[in-house]
């Protein structure tokens, strides 16, 4: 299925909303970790990724960024 317009649309304001500049940031910090996780994920094996969403998730921070993210998509109806 492809996606419409308005939503590639909404997918970039998201990407380019203050919010997922954090995001980025707090992932930099785990720059080789990221890229390894992200690796391991594309061959079949996503459980690095997995611990790092989870460490992310029980962060304050992230959890804050990732709820706000959530909600911004709702609101531009990525949902």
């Known amino acids: 299925m492809e996606m419409s317009k308005e939503n590639r649309e909404a997918i970039a ?3 380019r909303s203050s919010d997922a500049q954090k995001l ?3 992932l930099q910090r785990q720059s080789g970790q990221v890229k390894q996780a992200a690796q391991a994920a594309a061959a ?3 459980a690095q990724l ?3 969403m989870n460490q ?3 962060s304050k921070e992230g959890a804050e960024l990732m709820k706000r993210i959530g909600s911004q ?3 531009a109806g990525l949902e």
């Open 13 to 15: 304001r998201l990407a």
């Open 24 to 26: 980025r940031e707090l």
């Open 44 to 46: 079949g094996d996503p």
């Open 50 to 52: 997995t611990a790092m």
């Open 56 to 58: 992310l998730m029980h």
């Open 73 to 75: 998509a709702k609101q």
